[in-house]
């Protein structure tokens, strides 16, 4: 279910050449020759034109009769604009998110498989979904957006494959719309491309943490339901909660969960345990303090 939303004034600084885009619009289907996908550099190496130099190049494509690669420049073009003030908006402090969606949802009508396009859509409508939650909005809307996202993660994920924020970002929406195998699946695969060396640096939370949510859920959902699967999956959340423990042992929620997973199981006294160890850590924590003497009496 979409957001309804309003249209976007045109970008600050739009196209100079729009009278080409008319010329363009009365001339498509004149050339056979295929578009430019995108302005190049005269060298390998050189900088990025700029503007008002694709601009000119739209214009001397035109003068040249070369309707095609003139409309493969301007669709190009416009879609850095549109990317750019929607990026301008999701990036805020506060973030704007329900607006830099119709930036989006204009550059994926120029290219709708637009890796970067995607990955900012989906972004986007995992944010507007946070911030619907924390005004309190009925629960169909935050599903939907929930849903848009994952939509655009997967398509993200098609677009570049082994990109971290596209798997971990379809992790994490499947996992808000309970969809604990999948978020599971793409969490996994998250974690075998950084240990191949990609770049996670934009991953948030921690792909650690990702990792032991989804596990545990995925845990706690099989022994809940048919019980499938159960010993693997209860090992590969302990192993996942004890990593995360290597990496902040001050997280009372590490300790807590730890201590679920063992409950689950009915094992009372690692539960314990793990309860002990997080109040070495966290002494105050009411949430830790008072699960031990639930759990002790």
């Known amino acids: ?32 020759e295929e578009p430019a996908p995108a302005p190049v550099a005269e060298a390998v190496g050189a900088a990025r034109p700029t503007d008002t130099e694709v601009d000119a190049q739209v214009i001397g494509a035109v003068r040249d009769g070369n309707y095609a690669r003139a409309h493969g420049l301007l669709e190009h073009l416009l879609l850095e ?37 995607l990955l ?17 909005s009925q629960g169909v809307y935050i599903t939907g957006a929930f849903e848009d996202a994952f939509s655009s993660f997967k398509a993200a994920v098609r677009s570049a494959p082994d990109d971290p924020r596209a798997l971990f970002g379809a992790s994490r929406a499947a996992y808000n719309l309970l969809f604990y195998d999948e978020a599971l699946s793409y969490a996994n695969r998250g974690m075998e491309v950084i240990e191949a060396g990609a770049d996670a640096s934009r991953v948030s939370p921690a792909p650690e943490r990702i990792v032991a949510e989804v596990t545990y859920m995925a845990y706690a959902n099989a ?47 690692d539960a314990k345990s793990a309860l002990k160890r997080g109040l070495d850590r966290a002494p105050e924590d009411d949430g830790l303090i008072t699960k031990l003497v639930e759990i002790s009496t």
């Open 120 to 136: 900012l859509h989906a972004e986007g409508n995992f944010l507007l979904a946070e911030q619907m939650i924390a005004r309190g």
């Open 223 to 269: 022994v809940a339901t048919d019980g499938v699967g159960t010993g693997e999956l209860f090992a590969s959340s302990e192993a996942s909660l004890e990593r995360l423990v290597g990496l902040d042992a001050s997280d009372p929620w590490v300790w807590s969960t730890l201590a679920n997973l063992y409950l689950w199981e009915e094992r009372t006294e």
């Open 81 to 117: 604009r549109y990317l750019a003030e929607a990026r301008s908006l999701i990036e805020a402090d506060p973030p704007n998110p329900q607006d830099g969606l119709l930036w989006l949802d204009k550059a994926l009508a120029v290219d709708d498989s637009h890796g970067p396009a």
């Open 1 to 32: 279910m979409r957001i309804a939303r309003r249209q976007p004034s045109a970008p600050i600084g739009a196209l100079s050449s729009l009278g080409v885009l008319l010329t363009l619009t009365a001339c498509r289907g004149a050339e056979a």
